[in-house]
Nanobody
Framework: QVQLVESGGGLVQAGGSLRLSCAASGRTFSNYVMGWFRQDPGKEREFVAA????????YYADSVKGRFTISRDNAKNTVYLQMNSLKPEDTAVYYCAADRNPTMEVHRSGPLYDYWGQGTQVTVSS
């Protein structure tokens, strides 16, 4: 069983930045494709970004491309999401997820991710 713990959320003004972290337990973190998703109450869960096992390939939702950057440090079992130029519509609970048996380098399919964190709230005020 893998445990994922997100941190770094908070309240920020529009145009500001936040950096989310997701720390994973276990010794096989480098085998997982990692993703970030978000969900606002009353809305469906939305893909944000994903990163390949080595970190060499990244994939973003169009809504965050150019503003958000996903990265990982396999030595620290941690994946990050740097969020710049934040907008009120970025307000949501952000979840990290791990795909332990990936068949693709990166993907946005939520059901294929096996483990999920508890989420961290990001609120962007206008």
């Amino acid at each position: 069983q893998v445990q994922l713990v997100e941190s770094g959320g908070g309240l920020v003004q529009a145009g500001g930045s936040l950096r989310l972290s997701c720390a994973a337990s276990g010794r096989t973190f480098s085998n997982y494709v990692m993703g970030w998703f978000r969900q606002d109450p009353g809305k469906e869960r939305e893909f944000v970004a994903a990163i390949s096992r080595s970190g060499g390939i990244t994939y973003y939702a169009d809504s965050v491309k150019g503003r958000f950057t996903i990265s990982r440090d396999n030595a620290k079992n941690t994946v990050y999401l740097q969020m710049n130029s934040l907008k009120p519509e970025d307000t949501a609970v952000y979840y990290c997820a791990a795909d332990r048996n990936p068949t693709m380098e990166v993907h946005r399919s939520g059901p294929l991710y096996d483990y999920w964190g508890q989420g961290t709230q990001v609120t962007v005020s206008s």
